[in-house]
């Protein structure tokens, strides 16, 4: 098994930048996807195969990695993106898969 | 329009059984592994099982292997999820997911049901 470490919570003013990090040794190997969830709703996918955005999704999100280190960056924060993020990646296995603990994000 | 949604959750006693389906539509099942991810009240996601495009290959979070059982049955474009000797952890809103067609190493889940509760209760 293993685990992808998120930091719990983050605030960031609207309109500025803000920068969310996820960490585990199964990223050195697999790519981290994100994932957007709101109160009450399923997971929406924001980014994929660690740079990829769905179709959908406005391109302040963005993401990036560095080791065992990936990241999702939000440029120009808005209002309906105070919400929980969380990372996931097959886990060191390659069979099973592993979610990050999460980070909420709060648009002040 | 690409569709997943859960059912078959309710309110169960410890040690009883439940299965839950998902039913997907507007996209070929067929051709897709599928995911069950499970969320206990105010608590993170968890992913809890995937099974192959064809049902032939299964895997299992330690956390419940040995206690679920993932399935499918294509001809009904249907996801199955058994969950024996229910514990009261196990209480949780399980989503089923589709898996992305990416490579290996950057599979997602790009389509999520809304989630069936899942309550174990005496």
């Known amino acids: 098994s293993s685990e992808l470490t998120q930091d719990p919570a983050v605030s960031v003013a609207l309109g500025q930048t803000v920068r969310i990090t996820c960490q585990g040794d199964?990223?050195?190997?697999?790519?981290a996807n994100w994932y957007q969830q709101k109160p009450g709703q399923a997971p929406t996918l924001v980014i994929f195969?660690?740079?990829k955005r769905p179709s959908g999704i406005p391109d302040r999100f963005s993401g990036s990695n560095s080791g065992n280190t990936a990241s999702l960056t939000i440029t120009g924060a808005r209002a309906e993106d105070d919400a929980d993020y969380y990372c996931?990646?097959?886990?060191?296995?390659?069979?099973?898969?592993?979610f990050g603990t999460g980070t909420r994000v709060t648009v002040l | 329009q690409v569709h997943l949604v859960e059912s078959g959750g309710g309110v169960v006693q410890p040690g009883r059984s439940l299965r839950l389906s998902c039913a997907a539509s507007g996209f070929t099942f067929r051709n897709y592994g599928m995911h069950w991810v499970r969320q206990a009240p105010d608590k993170g996601l968890e992913w809890v099982a995937i099974i192959s495009y064809d049902g032939v290959n299964k895997y299992y979070a330690d956390s419940v292997k040995g206690r679920l059982t993932i399935s499918r049955d294509n001809s009904k474009n249907t996801l199955y999820l058994q969950v024996n000797s229910l514990r009261i952890e196990d209480t949780a809103v399980y989503f089923c997911a589709k898996e992305t067609d990416e490579s290996y190493d950057r599979k997602a889940f790009d389509v999520w049901g809304r989630g069936t509760m899942v309550t174990v209760s005496s």
């Open positions: 996931n990646s097959r886990d060191n296995s390659g069979d099973r898969y592993v």
């Open positions: 195969g660690r740079y």
């Open positions: 199964s990223l050195r190997t697999y790519y």
